[in-house]
């Protein structure tokens, strides 16, 4: 529950009701030992703002989390009009099926959060999930959830409700992330 709060409270500094928790993921762990997560410099596996391909992103904050022995970061990046936004918290686990299961209960927390979105499997990771659909106070909101190895990924989408971020867009910018993570953490 611990790692639910952090991602839940790191997610793109929005309103407490309005935030989800970090992804979980089914589906087999990695091949390759991964690094202990103890031993890994989270900030250097971060996508870097020419890996979002929106005009004008750049890195506006990034913020470490390292609370009871779960390290990860929390990343915003977004446009010069601050029109659209891209919250992002990575955090490691002891095991991928913890980061699985972290992964799972951020799905149902958003679920459970936001009513009336549409979610489906994609092909981040070891098993991600994208939702869709939720809107709140004139701003859309698409959430990428995933696991990579010991990993537990939540991206969240920010933007106008008339203009909300492609979802080619998203899952491009999740696969680049996911790669990231697989070849940094072995």
Known sequence: MM???????SACG?????????????????AATPAPAGATDVNRLVIQAEDIPLPGFSQHGSQPIDESGVKG???????????????????LLPDADAARRAMQGAVSSTQDQRSGVT????????SGVLITGYELGGTASTMLLFSQGVASVAMDFRSAATDPVPV???????????????????
């Not at 929005?14 to 990695?30: H, I, W, Y």
């Not at 979610?119 to 070891?126: F, L, Q």
């Open 73 to 91: 970061v929390a990343v915003v990046f977004g446009d010069e009009a601050g029109s659209r936004q891209l919250g992002e918290t990575i955090v």
């Open 168 to 186: 080619d867009v998203v899952t491009a910018v999740g696969a680049r992330q996911a790669d990231l993570l697989r070849r940094g953490l072995g």
């Open 119 to 126: 979610t489906s499997a994609v092909p981040i990771g070891d």
């Open 14 to 30: 929005s309103p407490q009701e309005d935030q989800a928790a970090a992804p979980s993921q089914t589906g087999p762990p990695p």
């Open 3 to 9: 790692v639910l709060s952090i991602i839940a409270a």
